[in-house]
Every structure is written in C-alpha cells, then in structure tokens.
C-alpha cells in the first residue's frame, strides 16, 4: 500500500511539474524573437511560471481521487494555498523586475486611454490577485462570511488568470508562432474545462443520486449527528476515517458545499452515512434544524486519512470535534471483530462537553478499548488525566515499542502540532503517524 502510494504521489508530481515547466520550455523552441537583457527574460520566464501554476490550481481543487487519493484531500487544500502565494509571488515579481530593469514595456504613456491593451489586462490580472490573496489571508479578521469568500474566491481568480492570458496574448512577443499560441490557449482550455467539470459535470452525476436525512440525532457537545440514507441508488462504500462534502440546502449546483468526516461504521451494507457536526459557524448552526425527509447531496468519499497498515495496535488521539473519523474507525474495527489493541487519548474541554462519551463505554465490551479522557477544564474531583496531551501522556497510557503502533490525530492545529513534535521526540517514524486538519479555508 506505502509502496503504491509513493509511485502515485512521484507520479503525480511529476505531471504536475510537467504541465508547469513544459509550456515555458515550449517557448524557447523553433521561430526565437530578438534577445533582450537577462532581467528582461528572466522577470517573463517568472510570469509564464506564475500563470501556469495559476491555472492548475483548478484542478488541485476539482477533487479528482487517483490524485487526492495518495496525500488526501487536506494536504491537497493546504498545498493548494501555499503554492498560491508562491505564484502570486512570480506575478508580482514579473512587473518589479521589468521596472527594475529598465524596460520599456514599462513606460507609461501620458494618459490612461494610450495604455496598451496588454497592460490593462496586466493590471486587472494582478489586481484580481492582490484581492483574492487579501480575501485569503484575512476573510476572519473583516468578517466575511465562507459562503460569500468561496463566491468571490472563485470569480477572482478566474479573472486573474483570463486576464493573465489576454495580457500574455496582446503582448505577444513569444506567441508571434501560432504552434505557441495554440498550445498557450489549449493550456487555458484545459484550466477552464476543470472548472466546469467542478461547477457543472460534477453536479449533474450528484443530482441523480441524492440522499434524504432518515434521523437528526443530538449528541453531547453541541454536535448533531445526521443519519442519510440514498435515495434511489446504492449509495458509495468508503473507509473509516474518510470524509464527504456535504450540501444541505439547494442543488448541487450550490456554489459550497462543506467537508465533514464521516462518524458511522464503513461496513453498512445498505449505503447509510452518518455525519457528526459540531455546533461552530453560522451553517453548523443551523443543523439541529435539518428535518428528517430533507434531500441532501454528497460528494465523497475522499481521504487518506485511515487504517489499513500493518500495525499491533492502534493510537488514536483526538482534539474536540476531532473524534468524529475516530468513531468511524472505532464503530468500523468493532463490527469486523478486530481484537487488537485500541487506545483513544481524547481531549475534551470539561466531562459534559465530551461527544460519544456513553457509547465509548459501551464500545469496551467490543474491542480491546481504552479510553483515556483528558480535559482542559476538569471539574472538583477530578482524577484523571488534565491539561493538554504530550509526550508524558504517551509514556503513561502507551506500552512500550512505540514506533510499533500506529497513530491517528484530529483536532485543531495547535493541539496537532504539538502531538506530531512529541511524537518526533519518541522517535516514532512519520510513516506510522496520519494526521487530518479539518480546517480546510
């Protein structure tokens, strides 16, 4: 499995960096224009790098699985960002070191209606980018909702690469060859088509197989769960640990839908999923509210975050709203009757707060189950474990041969960071330790 993963993720880096590096190399084939000076060449070498790796980031969103599938779908959403910045940061290069050079591309002319088509579109290309990066970086701190970034998100970065290409094709110098000029505009083809199969193939197949809400199931800690059953089709098999993306409210053609792990055992055979949602944001909200009989779509399952690798036991390790893929794996290793040793380090901001915390008891008559909670906020009496989950907790709870087991964390960033540096410190492999960040914006 480690083994075929690899090649597939070598695999897809390698096209990746193809669609990236090949249209630039294109450039330098058959028919050249006059030499120019080194920051000349260089600073456009930058701008067509920026405007590839622009384009494809549409389809490192368009949630292809042969290609989320070997890294999973969060370290795709966060690779998603910072290769972002980097291409903005190529763009932004591409007009600095033109002035910096001395260019005449870069001498403005005395008034705004002899600016040349091309700069226009330059402008509007980078203006688009600033925006979008701004909207990024800061959407919490001015307030904007997810529905409202995701729309603006999209819209600006579809005109930041148009732009892109209308600037590159009114300049011209390097597509004077029309087998230059082909291949630039099949390249943008090719981004806008990934965008319609997200925004429109994609939905036409979830349209025709919905689901409808068969339970709302309140459980403790502010969280819903939310019993789905297909509606007129067999529904998909996924596994333990993986997650959907789920639209409530409208058609699948509802420009969000929101990612949550699935909660319920992966050996249903009658196509079942359950979503455990934790009251947080505006939408999550608002699901408490979801009738039974209410049509919802799903798109899923994607995710690398599961058991399957030899191990003797299983460490699973969750934060809050974390524990939600582990009671999928937890529920998925008690109905196969597997007998290994199964250690839950659970932690939770005080006893009423905990989710699952009855059936976590009543899962030890099932699996070879500890369950060490530990809370931030304890109250009068308490004796267990308090604080945060470190590198003692491990040493108290865990036997021996730690590299040996295999380890899952979920919950927020800090909590994980932290875990992942203490586990460094065990000296326990990165290969025998799966971490999934649920923040994906």
Request: overall charge positive; hydrophobic content about 45%; glycine content about 8%.
């Amino acid at each position: 499995m480690q083994a075929r993963d690899l090649l597939h993720k070598a695999l897809w880096s390698a096209i990746y960096l193809l669609f990236i590096l090949a249209p630039l190399f294109a450039l330098l084939t058959r028919a050249l224009p006059p030499t120019r000076g080194f920051g000349t060449e260089f600073s456009i070498a930058l701008g067509y790098s920026g405007l590839a790796i622009m384009g494809l980031q549409f389809g490192l969103t368009a949630r292809f699985r042969y290609v989320t599938e070997p890294w999973g779908e969060d370290v795709i959403y966060h690779f998603h960002r910072r290769v972002s910045l980097i291409a903005v940061s190529l763009v932004m290069a591409h007009p600095l070191i033109l002035l910096a050079a001395g260019s005449e591309s870069m001498v403005l002319p005395a008034s705004i209606p002899e600016l040349p088509l091309g700069a226009v579109f330059a402008g509007l290309s980078i203006g688009s980018l600033i925006l979008l990066v701004v909207m990024a970086l800061w959407r919490t701190r001015l307030k904007i909702s997810y529905e409202t970034w995701h729309l603006t998100h999209i819209v600006l970065a579809l005109t930041a690469v148009t732009a892109g290409m209308a600037h590159m094709v009114a300049w011209g110098y390097y597509l004077v060859d029309p087998w230059k000029r082909t291949l630039w505009m099949g390249m943008a083809t090719f981004w806008i088509a990934l965008l319609l199969y997200v925004r429109i193939i994609k939905p036409l197949f979830m349209l025709r197989r919905p689901y409808r809400i068969a339970e709302v199931r309140p459980e403790r800690g502010d969280t819903t769960t939310l019993v789905m059953r297909p509606d007129g089709h067999a529904g998909f098999r996924f596994r333990p640990g993986q997650f959907g993306w789920l639209t409530l409210w409208g058609s699948p053609f509802k420009i969000t839908g929101h990612p949550f792990s699935f909660s319920s055992s992966a050996e249903v055979s009658d196509g079942r999923v359950e979503m455990s949602i934790r009251k947080l944001g505006d939408f999550t909200s608002a699901v408490p509210r979801v009738t039974v009989g209410q049509r919802v779509y799903l798109d899923g399952p994607y995710g690398a975050f599961t058991i399957g690798n030899p191990a003797d036991m299983h460490v699973l390790i969750a934060g809050g709203i974390g524990i939600t893929p582990m009671m999928s794996m937890i529920r998925t290793l008690a109905d196969r009757g597997d007998r290994r040793p199964l250690v839950l380090l659970y932690g939770s901001k005080d006893w009423e707060s905990i989710s699952f915390r009855e059936e976590l008891e009543t899962m030890k008559l099932r699996l070879d189950l500890t369950v060490v909670h530990v809370l931030s906020q304890p109250p009068d009496g308490w004796t267990g474990e308090s604080g945060y989950i470190n590198a003692e907790l491990f040493k108290r709870h865990l036997p021996p041969g730690y590299a040996d087991h295999e380890y899952f964390i979920c919950g927020p960033n800090v909590m994980m960071d932290a875990i992942e540096q203490a586990l460094g410190e065990m000296k326990v492999p990165l290969a025998k330790y799966h971490s999934e960040r649920y923040s994906f914006v």
